[in-house]
């Protein structure tokens, strides 16, 4: 995963599903590893078979399995 400097957006690789989707919480599912994102105005700005592209005001991220 790359974030950018400011957290404004995170390239997340590897993506197979979204778990859940709100403008305050997404957490995404890459198989044997899930990944929430909290902030604000999040969003998913593209989803591709490669990865998708969290934007918004990301203030934490958690990593779970």
Sequence with gaps: DVC????SECLVDGLEKIIEYSN???TVSL?????????DDLKI???TREGAVV???ITS???SS
């Design 24 to 26: 305050t919480k997404i």
């Design 45 to 47: 700005n593209s989803f």
């Design 4 to 7: 950018s400097s400011d957290l």
């Design 55 to 57: 934007q918004g005001n």
């Design 31 to 39: 198989g044997s590893q899930e990944i929430t994102f909290w902030g």
């Design 61 to 63: 991220m958690e990593f």
